[in-house]
């Protein structure tokens, strides 16, 4: 597929316009006298279009009809909020292909990946459906006699969602479908990397709400973090701020969201391992290391960035790994043959270029890669190869995570010390072992072993199901999402005691002598 093609289509059939307005209020908010940002395609670095950032006014704007569309939105019934999900659901599947491509332009992803990304919108969304009818609370047995105490899981409120450019409208559904059927609505506040992948999106789900004459329940608010981003983080009308990104943001989010006594739900940077042992289907572990290193150009959260590798097939395995990059197919993602697209902008390039040189001053070896990709009618876009470096645990820059395709080998001996190296970073999102043993598979998974949020056995550590509860520990923050019961995050748990006897035994023996 061309490219010009391409962008033609998704203008189309996603209602992209030259200039599109990035606030959702119930309606799109004017676009006139706003400042502007431009949407750059990471594939050869041509502007897909312009968004009208949101004002402070705008900004109260979107906060007030959350609220108003809430107070509505609660009343329906949870299963009937189940199949207007559904129904988003449906209709997102026809725009499969069009909103996949809008991804594939705006942050680089292959055209799998990006028809990927909307099948895991219309995936959650189908989860939310089923799960609309079982937001269950238990009962617990009162000690006192004719009472009956149990828990309930009310709407919340507004939600504030803020997502990243590498999964730039995926996340937003993980959190945005499981809330909507909580009872919650959601202002998203996108990454400014992908604001038109959110335009389009919006467009898609609030056509089913207005099809269905409900209010709208997904806002959108595209601005700068320096003009709304404090407002947003502040609003005591966000219960809850689910936030996706780096480390760093996420720790002031946690800060000033902690300040006001509300919820976050942090879903922070990993620096994910894959430890192979030498009882593994060498084949199978090249595939689901190499799927995990290189899936996203290595842009995700999930991206296997170190290789813990056993010390008897380390030359092997090395070996084939290698073979197995310098293969690989790099260039537009908008060819189905391509495997790895461009990182998303000249500051990811940096980033890349900087943690190599870094990696070589402290002793690191350089096994394949290591430079930009020249690509042909493609000069303006962000390609680099990926690179293999043979590391030691103490290398500092090992603990970081560069959001790119490098990865950095490491030997060992025992399973213990294999474990030691994996545990010994400060980010817990995903983790993997390869191997038939099933020692060491257990080991890898008792509480001496991965002291991660997700520990996949003969499995890659990128491409969770959205079934289970995705997040991590340490610096990943601790949220969960997603699948599981993640939906408890979006709900006001209530514990209800109802006395239904003839008269009032206080707790802890305490009488009144108030009768006459
Ligand atoms: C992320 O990178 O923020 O597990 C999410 C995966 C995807 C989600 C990644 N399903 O690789």
Not at 206 to 212: A, H
Request: charged share 25%; glycine share 10%.
């Amino acid at each position: 597929m061309n490219f010009k093609n391409a962008l033609k289509q998704v203008q189309k059939d996603c209602d992209i316009k030259m200039v599109n307005s990035g606030v959702f209020t119930g309606s799109w908010s004017k676009i006139e006298h706003k400042k502007k940002l431009d949407s750059f395609s990471p594939i050869n670095g041509k502007k897909l279009g312009t968004i009208a950032l949101a004002t402070k006014k705008d900004y109260k704007q979107v906060i007030e009809s959350a609220e108003s569309s809430f107070k509505e939105w609660r009343k329906i019934p949870g299963p009937r909020r189940g199949e207007i999900i559904k129904e988003i659901s449906d209709e997102l599947l026809k725009y499969k292909e069009s909103l996949g491509i809008l991804v594939s332009l705006e942050v680089g992803k292959t055209i799998s990946e990006g028809q990927g990304e909307v099948q895991e919108m219309i995936d959650i969304g189908y989860f939310a459906t089923g799960l609309s009818r079982q937001i269950y609370g238990n009962t617990m047995a009162s000690e006192r006699k004719h009472h009956r105490m149990y828990e309930q899981y009310k709407p919340l409120g507004p939600i504030g969602v803020i997502t990243s450019f590498n999964f730039p409208s995926a996340v937003w559904a993980w959190n945005s479908f499981i809330a909507a059927v909580v009872g919650d609505v959601t202002v998203w506040k996108p990454s400014s990397k992908a604001p038109l992948t959110a335009v389009a999106t919006i467009n898609i789900v609030n056509k089913v709400l207005k099809r269905n004459n409900l209010q709208p329940i997904f806002f959108l608010i595209v601005g700068r973090g320096r003009d709304i981003g404090d407002d947003f983080l502040n609003e005591r009308r966000f219960p809850l701020i689910s936030f996706t990104g780096s480390v760093k943001t996420g720790s002031k989010v946690g800060e000033l969201v902690g300040k006001r006594q509300g919820k976050t739900l942090l879903e922070l940077g990993g620096n994910n391992a894959a430890i192979v042992t030498e009882n593994c289907d060498i084949n199978n572990a090249v595939n689901g290391v190499a799927f995990g290193a290189l899936a996203t150009a290595g842009q995700r959260c999930t991206s296997t960035r170190r290789l813990i590798l056993h010390k008897n097939i380390y030359d092997t395995f090395l070996e084939k790994m290698k073979k197995a990059y310098q293969s690989v197919r790099i260039g537009t993602p908008l060819d189905p043959n391509t495997l790895i697209g461009p990182l998303i902008d000249q500051q990811s390039v940096d980033n890349y270029l900087n943690a190599i040189k870094t990696a070589q001053n402290q002793g690191g070896k350089l096994v394949t890669g290591g430079k930009i990709k020249k690509i042909k009618d493609l000069e303006n876009g962000f390609y680099v190869e990926p690179t293999i470096i043979e590391a030691t645990k103490d290398m500092d820059i090992v603990k970081e995570e560069t959001f790119a395709p490098i990865l950095y080998v490491m030997k060992y001996k025992t399973i213990e010390e294999a474990l030691t190296i994996h545990n010994n970073v400060p980010q817990g999102l995903s983790s993997a072992i390869f191997t038939n043993d099933i020692r060491e598979e257990e080991y890898f998974l008792s509480e001496k072993g991965s002291d991660c949020g997700i520990a996949n056995v003969n499995t890659s550590t990128a491409g969770a199901e959205i079934g289970g509860a995705f997040g991590g520990e340490k610096d990943t923050g601790g949220g969960r999402e997603s699948g599981s019961d993640a939906w408890k995050i979006y709900a006001h748990r209530q514990t209800v005691t109802v006395n239904y006897g003839k008269d009032v035994p206080l707790a802890q023996g305490v009488k009144f002598d108030i009768e006459e």
